[in-house]
DNA sequence: TAATATGATTTGTCTTACAAATATAAAATA
DNA sequence: TATTTTATATTTGTAAGACAAATCATATTA
């Protein structure tokens, strides 16, 4: 027997009290601004001690649903929707498979994004979209830096005006750096090849469609754009169930 | 001054343990399967008590990160991305705002997913949407069922073969359902009028594009779909920033 | 009335204690 | 000797008590 087995996930009392308390605020149709009972209170309505009370409290608590002040008790708050996932976004954390995952979610949302962005797009946009694409003309292929490739899609991001969007781009983009810097055998000599023969779709040609209007051209450029991503996807057999 | 004033955001011992914690794995590259000190340890060397190092633990443990057995001490594991996400996403807890960001993520998501959907496209696929859609048929818009709904959507996320998306996808969807509900003020209406002049885009109609291989009558035909999303969301000012 | 001081309450933290589980060592048995 | 059984020690899970810090509510004073 090895440490792989299967571990029989222990349920222990307090994720019990977690899910209980739960339940507990969804059926007496409680949300953001309501107080709930004190912890001594709760404890003993549950029939646990205070400590694993406050464990389970601690949990909430880090999503951002619980909002504690001393002596004025709990109340409810609007939960942050990816403050957990922010903790553990962390390429050495997880495996190849779900960062490969990432990666395909992060293409396919910010491909998909494409009709908001028109919808949204103004001159402001499109000036400090060419302000960001100026500063990152380079000669050669490696001399594009992150910094210059970041700005880019996040003001894409940012335009769609959807802020759960753009905190989820901001969590996840380390993923596509790691990535990138980990296989980069695989994306050099693709980008690089692409860029000698003219194919790659670079930033500006982008903003070209942007200013044209062309919403099919900058699709397809978006398409082009993460090309090497979906190739090496694809590669992974992590697009295929079968 | 009123319950909605800028909470002071008290930074707690726990809090600052937990983000130690998290530091410390980092710095010493600890990853999945490799043990971790054992509690009165880490308590120590953090200098605070038992209580306060188990709840910051709880948080973790929460999140998958860090696995338990009494007496063989504690693991890192591969946390789960989003079962933080998947405890709040209650519509009751959550803003409209909020509610919004969260449909038109998933909008842009599942519109992004055509790409990958025709790399991975199968007859068994196209089999069991067929089943879907048959068992789907109805007379009249308002005999739709969101079971069948849900079902044909279901399996196009699967068909991405991308775990961590179909995942997401599982966790929001009593959101659209919600907002659908909520607002059905003005779906019901739209739906009725666009299904009345055959303009209504079907989930038959959108199997015939997979069916026929055609791509690009299929991304249309998904925006169409979820057309009446886009209005809406643009209706309520929930794309724009200004 | 308004400002100040006092007391009470609630959360944050630490400590102690014990139960449950199990790895390790010791003892008993074949 | 090898194997099984028993006993011991260790580690996490849970409960409870104590006190500090903060602050709400009340009483007191200017």
Chains 1, 2 share one sequence.
Request: charged share 30%; aromatic share 10%.
């Amino acid at each position: 027997m090895n440490d792989l087995r299967i571990v029989n996930h222990q349920v222990t009392l307090v994720d019990q009290v977690e899910d209980r308390l739960l339940s507990y605020f969804k059926e007496n149709n409680l949300g953001p601004g309501d107080p709930i009972p004190r912890e001594m209170e709760l404890a003993e309505a549950l029939g646990v001690g205070r400590s694993v009370l406050r464990e389970a409290l601690s949990r909430l608590r880090m999503l951002g649903l619980i909002e504690t002040r001393t002596r004025r008790g709990m109340l409810l708050a609007e939960p942050s929707l990816l403050r957990g996932m922010k903790r553990i976004v962390e390429p050495n954390m997880l495996s190849d498979k779900t960062l490969f995952n990432i990666l395909g979610f992060r293409v396919a949302l910010e491909i998909g994004m494409s009709e908001m962005i028109f919808q949204n797009l103004n001159k402001k946009h499109i000036e400090d979209l060419e302000d960001i694409v100026k500063r990152g003309v380079v000669k050669r292929y490696s001399e594009y830096t992150p910094v210059n490739e970041y700005e880019f899609h996040t003001k894409l991001y940012e335009i769609t005006g959807n802020s759960t969007i753009m905190e989820f781009q901001a969590i996840i983009r380390p993923v596509s750096v790691f990535l990138k810097e980990k296989f980069q055998d695989y994306f050099l000599p693709i980008n690089k090849e692409l860029s000698k023969n003219g194919k790659l779709v670079s930033h500006k040609d982008l903003l070209d469609f942007l200013k044209k209007g062309d919403k099919e051209g900058f699709r397809k450029g978006m398409i082009d754009h993460f090309g090497p991503y979906y190739s090496f996807l694809k590669q992974e057999n992590h697009f295929n169930i079968n």
